[in-house]
C-alpha cells in the first residue's frame, strides 16, 4: 500500500472539491480557517481557474472523490487526499501521520470511499442550508 510522502519538502497542496456539494464547501471552509502548515489552494474543479492550472483534472474523476496535487507533481485522490489536507494544517499534522500508517491508511480509504460516493445524499440530509446556498448563488430567490 503506497502511502502519502509527507515530509517538510511539501511547499504547496492544491485541492479540487465539488463546489455543487454542500458537504464538500463546508469542509473547505473549515479547512480554509486553519493555520497553515504549507500552502493550500483549495479549487473548484469544474472552475476555470482549476482546469487551467489543472488541465488534466477530469481524467482523476474529481467528481467521484477529491483530488490534490502536491508541489505541483504528485497527484492523490480520496483517502490520500484527505491525508493531504490534514497535512496542510499545522494542528492536525500529527492526526495525518497517523492516518498516513500501513494500517490506517486502507481503512481511511474505504471510509473516504463511502462517504464520498454516498456525499450528495448526505450533503441533502446533514448539510441542507449550504447545499440551498450553493443553489442559490446563480441567483435564485429565497
Same mark, same amino acid.
Given at each position: 500500500m503506497?502511502? %502519502?510522502?509527507l515530509?517538510?519538502e511539501?511547499?504547496?497542496?492544491e485541492?479540487?472539491y465539488?463546489?455543487r456539494c454542500g $458537504?464538500?464547501c463546508t469542509?473547505?471552509?473549515?479547512l480554509?480557517r486553519?493555520k *497553515?502548515?504549507?500552502e493550500?489552494i483549495c /479549487?473548484?474543479y469544474?472552475?476555470?481557474e482549476a482546469k487551467? *492550472?489543472?488541465?488534466?483534472?477530469l @481524467?482523476?474523476?474529481?467528481?467521484?472523490? $477529491? %483530488?490534490? *496535487?502536491v508541489?505541483?507533481? %504528485?497527484? @492523490?485522490y480520496g483517502g490520500?487526499?484527505?491525508? +493531504?489536507c !490534514?497535512w496542510? +494544517?499545522?494542528r492536525y499534522r500529527? !492526526?495525518?501521520? /497517523?492516518?498516513n500508517s500501513?494500517? !490506517?491508511?486502507?481503512?481511511?480509504?474505504?471510509v473516504?470511499y463511502?462517504?464520498? *460516493?454516498?456525499?450528495l445524499?448526505?450533503?441533502?440530509v446533514?448539510f441542507?442550508?449550504?447545499n440551498?446556498?450553493?443553489k442559490c448563488?446563480g441567483? +435564485?430567490?429565497?
Amino acid at each position: 500500500m503506497a502511502k %502519502v510522502n509527507l515530509t517538510n519538502e511539501i511547499k504547496t497542496i492544491e485541492l479540487f472539491y465539488d463546489a455543487r456539494c454542500g $458537504m464538500c464547501c463546508t469542509f473547505m471552509e473549515w479547512l480554509e480557517r486553519q493555520k *497553515r502548515a504549507c500552502e493550500t489552494i483549495c /479549487l473548484d474543479y469544474q472552475s476555470d481557474e482549476a482546469k487551467k *492550472r489543472f488541465p488534466e483534472i477530469l @481524467h482523476y474523476d474529481p467528481d467521484k472523490q $477529491m %483530488v490534490s *496535487r502536491v508541489n505541483g507533481e %504528485v497527484i @492523490h485522490y480520496g483517502g490520500e487526499s484527505w491525508v +493531504c489536507c !490534514l497535512w496542510s +494544517c499545522a494542528r492536525y499534522r500529527w !492526526l495525518a501521520k /497517523l492516518l498516513n500508517s500501513r494500517l !490506517l491508511l486502507p481503512m481511511a480509504k474505504k471510509v473516504c470511499y463511502l462517504i464520498s *460516493r454516498n456525499r450528495l445524499w448526505i450533503s441533502k440530509v446533514f448539510f441542507r442550508k449550504k447545499n440551498a446556498d450553493i443553489k442559490c448563488k446563480g441567483g +435564485c430567490e429565497k
